[in-house]
C-alpha cells in the first residue's frame, strides 16, 4: 500500500535488496575506431579496466551503504562517502565521456548551440582555447567540462578535480567532458597532455553535445 | 632574533649538508655532511609561502646560529654568499627582512638533481622508460614552471601585489611540492635496494607498526588508496615522536601539509607506473618495494630525530 506520507519512507528501503546494480554501458564504436587519435590500446584500459573498476566499486559502496543505511549507522554512511563519490562520479563521467566522442566527430556545432557558444564565448575559436587551456591547466587527475548553467542561462567552462561530477559539484549540466586523468592519454601522449587535447577536437560528437544541450534547456 | 625550537622544511643542500630553517629568519646548521663547504639554499621569510631560493653570505656563522647549531659543526665551514652587504645586519631582526628582499635579484634558480642511477638501473621493477620520463620530463617541468612561477612572485612582492602573490599560490604549492617530493623520491629508491631495514629505524618501525610485515601493508593499501594524484608517505612525527603512515593529494609536500618530516615517498601518479603496470597500481606497489633505498631512509630517521 502506498502512504501519501512521508513518514513511510522507512518502509520501502527494503526494496533496494531487489534494486538494479549499475552496468558497464557498452562502448559506442570498436576500440580502435577513434585512431589515430586515441589509440585502441588506451580506449580498452580505459573502458574495460578503468570505468569498470568504478562500476564495481560503485556496487560494493552501495551494497555497504544500504547496510549501514539500515542499521541507522549514520558514521559508517559518513564514511563511505568517499568512496561512493569517487565510483559514482567515475561511473557518471565516464557515461558520458563515451557519448561526447565519435569515429565521425571533430568539425564544428550548428544550430542553436553553435549560437550559444558565439554569444557566451565570442566565437568557437575563442571556446575551443578556452576549454583546452582549462583541461590543460588542470593540476593532478580531474576533468575539463562544457556546462550548461540553466540558473543564469548560459554556457559555461569548468574544471573538476579527481572524479567529482560537474553537476554535484557546481550545479552546471554536463554536456562535454574531457578526461585529463593521465590514463586517458599517457599510454600514446606520455607526458604531452597538450598534445592529446589538441587530437581530441578531431572526434568531438558535435551531434551527442547539441542533443544533451537541447535537452538541459527544457 | 628568534631561533626558537626546530621547524620549517629540511633541505639537502648540493654538498650534501642539511639544514632546517628558522620560520622567522636566518638559517642553523644542524650537520654537515663532511669536510668542505657548505651553501645554504634556501631561507624561508614569515610572509612568503614557500622557501624562496636564495644564496646569502655572512662571515661569522654565529650570528645566525644558536648553541644548538654550533655543537653539530663538526667539519666544514658555513659560508653564506649575499649580493647585498646589508643582508648580513638585516637578518638579525625579523623586522628587516623586507630590505634584503632585492637580494632576490641575483638568487639562484632551481635546478633538477641529478639521478643517482641510470635510468635502466631499477628494471625490471620500474623500467626505464618510466624513469626517463618521470625524471627528465615531468619532474624537470616542475622545476622549471617552479622557477617561472617564483620570478612572478617576486614581481608581484616587489610591487606589493597581494592579490597576484595570492593568485600565484597554487602555482608555487603545484611545482614547488612537486620539486620537493621528486628529489626526495630519487634518493628513496636505489637499484641496491629492496629487503628491510636496520637499526633504529627497524627497532621504530616494530614499535609503532607492530611489525615490518604490517607496516609495509599499511603504506602499501594507503598508497593504493589515494584516490586521483597523490603520494602515499612514511613520515615522522616529531611533536609525538613516533613513525607516521599519511598519503596527500597532488603534489601536496608532507611536512608543509602535514608537519609530518618525509622519510619515504611513493609516487602513485599514474605517470609513475602506468606505461609498465596499466591500471593495475598494485601490482606497482609490490614491485616498488624491491627497490626500496633503506640506508637513505635511516638516514634521513637519523637526521629528523635530532
Not at chain 1, 580502435?32 to 562500476?55: C, D, F, R
Request: aromatic letters at 10%.
Amino acid at each position: 500500500s502506498f502512504s501519501r506520507s512521508s513518514a513511510n519512507l522507512v518502509a520501502p528501503l527494503g526494496c533496494l535488496v531487489s534494486r538494479q546494480k549499475h552496468t558497464l554501458p557498452d562502448l559506442p564504436y570498436d576500440y580502435g575506431a577513434l585512431e589515430p587519435h586515441i589509440n585502441a590500446e588506451i580506449m580498452q584500459l580505459h573502458h574495460s579496466k578503468h570505468h569498470a573498476t568504478y562500476v564495481n566499486n560503485l556496487n560494493v559502496a552501495e551494497e555497504k551503504y544500504k547496510e549501514a543505511l539500515a542499521k541507522g549507522d549514520v558514521t559508517a554512511q559518513v564514511s563511505l562517502q568517499p568512496a561512493l563519490k569517487f565510483n559514482g562520479g567515475g561511473h557518471i563521467n565516464h557515461t558520458i565521456f563515451w557519448t561526447n566522442l565519435s569515429p565521425n566527430g571533430g568539425g564544428e556545432p550548428k544550430g542553436e548551440l553553435m549560437e550559444a557558444i558565439k554569444r557566451d564565448f565570442g566565437s568557437f575559436a575563442n571556446f575551443k582555447e578556452k576549454l583546452t587551456a582549462v583541461s590543460v591547466g588542470v593540476q593532478g587527475s580531474g576533468w575539463g567540462w562544457l556546462g550548461y548553467n540553466k540558473e543564469q542561462g548560459r554556457l559555461q567552462i569548468a574544471a573538476c578535480a579527481n572524479q567529482d561530477p560537474l553537476q554535484g559539484t557546481t550545479g552546471l549540466i554536463p554536456l562535454l567532458g574531457i578526461d585529463v586523468w593521465e590514463h586517458a592519454y599517457y599510454l600514446q601522449y606520455k607526458n604531452v597532455r597538450p598534445d592529446y587535447l589538441k587530437a581530441i577536437w578531431n572526434v568531438i560528437n558535435w551531434e551527442n553535445i547539441s542533443s544533451r544541450y537541447a535537452s538541459c534547456k527544457k | 632574533m628568534h631561533l626558537g625550537t626546530e621547524c620549517g622544511d629540511h633541505y639537502f643542500d648540493d654538498e650534501g649538508g642539511r639544514f632546517t630553517r628558522d620560520t622567522l629568519c636566518g638559517f642553523r646548521l644542524t650537520q654537515a655532511a663532511g669536510l668542505g663547504e657548505a651553501l645554504v639554499v634556501a631561507v624561508l621569510l614569515q610572509a612568503s609561502p614557500l622557501p624562496l631560493a636564495f644564496p646569502c653570505s655572512h662571515r661569522r656563522h654565529e650570528a645566525f646560529c644558536g648553541s644548538r647549531a654550533e655543537g653539530r659543526l663538526r667539519a666544514g665551514r658555513l659560508r653564506l654568499y649575499t649580493a647585498k652587504r646589508s643582508l648580513s645586519v638585516s637578518l638579525r631582526s625579523s623586522a628587516n627582512l623586507v630590505a634584503p628582499l632585492g637580494c632576490l635579484v641575483s638568487r639562484q634558480k632551481h635546478t633538477l638533481p641529478d639521478l643517482p642511477y641510470d635510468y635502466g638501473a631499477l628494471e625490471p621493477h620500474i623500467n626505464a622508460e618510466i624513469m626517463q620520463l618521470h625524471h627528465s620530463k615531468h619532474h624537470a617541468t616542475y622545476v622549471n614552471n617552479l622557477n617561472v612561477a617564483e620570478e612572478k612572485y617576486k614581481e608581484a612582492l616587489a610591487k606589493g601585489d597581494v592579490t597576484a602573490q595570492v593568485s600565484l599560490q597554487p602555482a608555487l604549492k603545484f611545482n614547488g611540492g612537486g620539486h620537493i617530493n621528486h628529489t626526495i623520491f630519487w634518493t628513496n629508491l636505489s637499484p641496491n635496494g629492496g629487503g628491510e631495514p636496520k637499526g633504529e629505524l627497524m627497532e621504530a618501525i616494530k614499535r609503532d607498526f607492530g611489525s615490518f610485515a604490517n607496516f609495509k601493508e599499511k603504506l602499501t593499501a594507503v598508497s593504493v588508496g589515494v584516490q586521483g594524484s597523490g603520494w602515499g608517505w612514511l613520515g615522522y612525527n616529531k611533536e609525538q615522536g613516533r613513525l607516521q603512515i599519511a598519503a596527500c593529494a597532488n603534489q601536496d609536500p608532507l611536512q608543509g601539509t602535514t608537519g609530518l618530516i618525509p622519510l619515504l615517498g611513493i609516487d602513485v601518479w599514474e605517470h609513475a607506473y602506468y606505461l609498465q603496470y596499466k591500471n593495475v597500481r598494485p601490482d606497482y606497489l609490490k614491485a616498488i618495494w624491491n627497490v626500496i633505498n633503506w640506508e637513505n631512509i635511516s638516514s634521513r630517521y637519523a637526521s629528523c630525530k635530532k
